[in-house]
């Protein structure tokens, strides 16, 4: 039989409050801090840039789009329409990544709460802590995506879950769903959430009556996901880019749950196993360890095994497992304190109260939080991310001016002149047909073959945003037009400037019969200079 814990000196209805309070405010507060240190990064990235210009749709031309594309996230646009809703032109991009700031935060409290409710009030703190400091768990809070919401969903889930096994009131176990059927609106990933409380609940060897309110309660939310999976099995295509897990995968996230940097994840997994220490309890007792271990194993597990059918795993679709690492390993550190200190009272059964190791612990994430400070440090520069659309689109404010043809190749790197319109102000989409909000599109409906053969035989120059892998020898893109668009390019015109920016690719493109005299006109002093932004040497970049 485990032990009570002593109370806190000053009675129950004085400290507990307190502590609880602090336990889960504290780490909240450093999260917030974490989140908003470089948050303006200077430019948006691709899925940040799909969030911002459908969140500022109306509510149909929304709705219409969640019909052919992105219904996996459109609880999400619909809440950032709300957020963004009143946002001028400018890109505002503190306030796309604000709400994934304040939910990391609240999740980083979710966990303290956690732990201090299964375990006590340091192993909470710990937690809590360490949840803030983890570089993956810094990169979402500053993402303008949904994932950090999905993992405060998650983790007020579990700790409803936990209450409701404690009480078994069927109130609990229908807040318990409302919450978890709410979450996973957001994300529909967020139902392997389910895997991890059954698992918790056989670890705790449950009575029926407890698997019977998860079960109802379960069921609920599994069944009010069926049309978005319905719908969103529809749109598989967009993860077609996937690939199958392996071993190396596994071996990638577990260092990210625990900590990148080789000190910190190889002392994060030490205290991690010996916190499964404390993985049994009394029959129907959840313990910390039950209910940590199968969250930060399950469904991560069940999503790399599900892709090896049907590739589907990438690792934020799976972020709210992430908060398992850490309670695992303060229970672990919780251990050691407790070893530490029966050895400071020379062996008594009772620990005595130690506030200065609940300060090394502390100190020791301070440790680790320093120890990882370059990673979080790169991590707030704008090209860590996969590609910089502020960057592009200021290349093109530099290079272009108002009436020049702009050609996207293929149409999805029109993202940066969506995210940016002010950059592209003037310019002449010419293979545009109906923008992205009116044809329900995310990047607008282009015109066919014919149309933009005519367009493209008045044009004497064209500035093409064209993606890294189309220039690949090879390539074939699979739609008509695009194909047009490669085929006019290379047969009527040549390349004359290059410049590359992450995964894009800024040309001009002229034809022939207007090279010679181009030059000449810019040796003679007269006719068009080259573009804003200074001359350039022409690339011998490969054509497309």
Not at 446 to 469: C, F, I, N, S, T
């Amino acid at each position: 039989m485990p032990r009570s814990r002593p109370r806190p000196p000053g009675g129950p209805s004085r400290w507990p409050g307190a502590v609880r309070v602090l336990t889960a405010a504290v780490p909240a507060a450093v999260m917030f801090a974490v989140g908003l240190w470089g948050l303006r990064r200077g430019g948006m990235w691709r899925d940040e840039a799909v969030t911002y210009q459908v969140a500022r749709r109306t509510v149909p031309q929304i709705w219409r789009l969640l019909h052919g594309v992105d219904a996996v996230h459109g609880l999400y646009y619909l809440l950032m329409h709300v957020v963004l809703g009143g946002d001028p032109g400018h890109p505002g991009e503190v306030v796309l990544r604000l709400p994934s700031v304040c939910a990391a935060a609240g999740t980083a409290a979710l966990v303290a709460a956690l732990g201090a409710r299964l375990a006590r009030p340091r192993v909470g703190l710990w937690a809590g802590l360490l949840y803030a400091v983890t570089p993956l768990v810094g990169h979402y809070a500053q993402e303008g995506r949904s994932y950090a919401l999905v993992a405060a969903g998650a983790t007020g889930a579990t700790l409803l879950f936990v209450r409701a096994v404690r009480e078994e009131g069927r109130r609990a176990w229908i807040w318990y769903g409302t919450v978890l059927g709410v979450t996973c609106w957001l994300h529909e990933f967020a139902v392997l959430l389910l895997l991890a409380h059954a698992g918790t609940l056989a670890l705790a060897r449950s009575s029926r009556r407890v698997w019977r309110g998860w079960c109802c309660a379960a069921g609920g939310v599994v069944l009010s996901l069926l049309p978005m999976v319905v719908v969103s099995h529809g749109q598989s295509a967009q993860v077609a880019w996937l690939r199958e897990p392996d071993v190396e995968t596994a071996q990638e996230l577990l260092r990210q749950y625990l900590g990148p940097t080789d000190g910190v994840y190889w002392a994060c997994l030490a205290l991690g196993l010996l916190g499964l220490t404390r993985l049994a309890g009394r029959r129907g007792e959840v313990t910390l360890a039950a209910v940590a271990l199968p969250l930060a194993v399950l469904p991560p597990v069940a999503l790399m095994l599900a892709s090896q059918l049907t590739p589907l795993y990438v690792d934020r679709y799976v972020l709210y497992a992430l908060a398992g690492a850490p309670l695992l390993v303060a229970l672990g550190a919780d251990r050691v304190a407790g070893m530490l200190g029966r050895l400071r009272s020379h062996g008594t059964a009772a620990a005595p109260r130690w506030p200065a190791l609940t300060l090394a612990g502390v100190l020791a994430i301070a440790l680790a939080f320093t120890h990882q400070l370059p990673l979080l440090r790169t991590d707030r520069v704008a090209g860590t991310r996969p590609d910089d659309l502020g960057a592009i689109a200021a290349a093109v404010a530099r290079a272009l001016r108002p009436g020049d043809p702009v050609l996207f190749l293929p149409a999805h790197a029109r993202g940066a002149e969506l995210a940016y319109p002010a950059d592209f102000k003037g310019t002449r989409d010419i293979a545009l047909a109906e923008p992205g909000a009116e044809s329900g599109t995310l990047y607008g409906r282009e015109v066919g073959e014919g149309v933009l053969r005519r367009r493209l035989a008045g044009a004497d120059e064209v500035w093409a945003v064209m993606e890294k892998y189309a220039l690949v020898r090879g390539y074939r893109p699979r739609l008509g037009t695009e194909r047009a668009k490669f085929a006019v390019l290379n047969q009527q015109f040549v390349l004359r400037q290059e410049m590359v920016i992450d995964r894009i690719a800024l040309r001009l493109y002229v034809r022939p019969i207007r090279v010679g005299s181009a030059e000449s006109a810019v040796q003679g002093g007269g006719g068009r200079p080259y573009p804003r932004g200074g001359s350039r040497t022409p690339t011998a970049a490969p054509r497309p």
